[in-house]
Nanobody, 126 residues
Framework: QVQLVESGGGLVQVGGSLRLSCAAS????????MGWFRQAPGKEREFVAAIRWYGSSTAYADSVKGRFTISRDNAKNTLYLQMNSLKPEDTAVYYC???????????????????WGQGTQVTVSS
């Protein structure tokens, strides 16, 4: 099992930046991909970004490309999401997730992920 704890959410103005962190513990070595999803009120959970835990491959949703950057620190077992140029539509609860299956492509479907954090709220005010 892998436990994930997010932090770094908060209230920010349009155009501002935030960095989310996800601390992982447990059998993190069994995780192939770590990612971020988000869910706004009344909407389905959607993919944001993901990165291979051992490797450099990344994937981003079109809506965040060029504004968000996913990274990790394997020594600290921590996943990050740097969010710049934030927009009101980025407002959501952001979840950290882990996929233990080694796939040819990075998964973008929440059903492909096995481990989830409790979420952290990001609110972008205009």
């Amino acid at each position: 099992q892998v436990q994930l704890v997010e932090s770094g959410g908060g209230l920010v103005q349009v155009g501002g930046s935030l960095r989310l962190s996800c601390a992982a513990s447990g059998r993190i070595g069994s995780t192939a991909v770590m990612g971020w999803f988000r869910q706004a009120p009344g909407k389905e959970r959607e993919f944001v970004a993901a990165i291979r835990w051992y490797g450099s491959s990344t994937a981003y949703a079109d809506s965040v490309k060029g504004r968000f950057t996913i990274s990790r620190d394997n020594a600290k077992n921590t996943l990050y999401l740097q969010m710049n140029s934030l927009k009101p539509e980025d407002t959501a609860v952001y979840y950290c997730a882990g996929d233990r299956t080694a796939r040819l492509r990075i998964g973008v479907d929440s059903g492909e992920y096995d481990y989830w954090g409790q979420g952290t709220q990001v609110t972008v005010s205009s």
